[in-house]
Structures are given as C-alpha cells and as structure tokens.
C-alpha cells in the first residue's frame, strides 16, 4: 500500500513541489486522479475526510492524518522525513513559491495574460523574484547534493516553470545564474530525475487551462 495518497490535478505547478518532496524522501506515493479529486472537492464539508476548498490534499495513510494547502503539507513531510533544514528559510521559499506561483497564473486565471500586463510582470516582477532567490542563494547557503525543503522548493518552482516553458529559461540564467544551476542539479538527482520520468505525462504541460493558453501565447509571440 502506498505511503500516501495525493490529491492534484494532472498538472506539475503547485503539485511538483509536493511531489519533489516526496521523492527525496524515498516514499511511495498514489494520484488517484482528476475525478477522485473533483469528487472530494465538490463533496460538502461536513462529508470530506478532512474540509478543503482547493487541492493539493494529501493522506498519509500510516498515521491516518490528512492536510491540506501546499505549505502546510510541504512542512509536515520535511519534519517527518528530515528534511526540513533551516525551517524558517524554508518556510519563507515555500510561500515565496506559491505567491509566484499565484502570480504567473494571474490569481489562478482570474485574468488571461494580455501584453501589457505580460511586458510589466516579466520584465519587472517576475526578474525581482528571481533576483530575490539568487541574493539568498549567494555565498553557498544552498547544497545541491544533499537538499532540503529549502532546495527543493527551489528547484520544482523554477526548474518546472523554465522546463515546461522554455521561453522563460533566459530570464532565469540572465536573473538567478546560481539557482537556475542549483535546480537543475536537483532535478538531476537519482530520485527526483526517476520520478519526473515517472510522473511524466503526455501534454500535461504547465499550469493548465486558459491561463496556460495565454502564458504560451505572450513567450510565442514576444512582440
């Protein structure tokens, strides 16, 4: 029987930095899939096993315990897997990660991205962010070979986003040289290489959707 089950949509974003967690850990793990999880989701509170509004949601099943939001559940595994590291630089990387992520997605599609709006954000917002990271990274706070939360945050947040669109991978090497380089050695790592090839799936691309649709739209057509 697995260790856990995880609850996410068919998409890395959000669910690859649980799943970059998990795989460190050397923990087997299910995704039961969208309809599982749209049925848990759409149940009402009083009748899901633990109330959530929005996924990931993961069960560990050993100790029966389930959580929800991608920080709290990220912080629950670091502590018991042992990798939580400095638990305050890591916690702070996991909330960097899921406002970036909210950010990129325009608060989860609310709005498609249009040119003016791209042309500001990747050009100012989205560069600080990057810059931010690489301040940090500076001075060999971060090792590569033997991470913790705190490396693998960083390298599910930027070496997803930049594997799964490419058009952003200079921007990172013009902005965080340091962590572009510390995630993709990350990703390289026996366990977390084996789990994305895994995890792979055909046009599971990015984010999803129509918020995915205009993402591509403004790095396919810069001008």
């Not at 793990?29 to 509170?45: I, N, V, Y």
């Not at 099943?61 to 990220?74: F, K």
């Not at 991470?147 to 390298?155: D, F, Q, R, S, V």
Request: hydrophobic fraction near 45%; aromatic fraction near 8%.
């Amino acid at each position: 029987m697995p260790d856990y089950t995880l609850y996410y949509w068919p998409i890395p974003f959000r669910g690859h930095i649980i799943r970059y967690v998990l795989a460190q850990a050397g923990a087997n793990w299910d995704e039961p899939g969208a309809d599982a999880l749209m049925a848990l989701k759409s149940a009402p509170p009083a009748d899901q096993p633990y109330p959530f509004m929005a996924p990931p949601l993961l069960h560990d099943r050993g100790a029966d315990r389930w959580l929800g939001q991608m920080p709290a559940i990220v912080m629950y595994l670091g502590r018991k897997h042992g990798l939580t590291g400095d638990p305050d630089t890591a916690l702070r990387l996991v909330c960097d990660a899921s406002d970036i992520l909210l950010e990129i997605t325009r608060h989860h599609g609310e709005q498609m991205w249009v040119r003016a709006a791209w042309d500001e954000f990747s050009g100012a917002r989205l560069p600080r962010w990057m810059q931010l990271h690489e301040a940090l990274a500076a001075g060999g706070r971060f090792d590569a070979d033997t991470p913790g939360l705190a490396e693998l945050t960083l390298a599910a947040l930027w070496h997803t986003m930049v594997d799964r669109l490419p058009g952003l991978r200079a921007l990172l090497s013009t902005h965080a040289p340091t962590v572009e380089a510390l995630a993709d050695r990350v990703a390289a790592l026996p366990r977390i290489a084996e789990m994305l090839v895994r995890w792979d799936q055909p046009d599971a691309g990015y984010c999803g959707g129509q918020i995915e649709a205009s993402l591509r739209a403004m790095l396919a057509d810069p001008d």
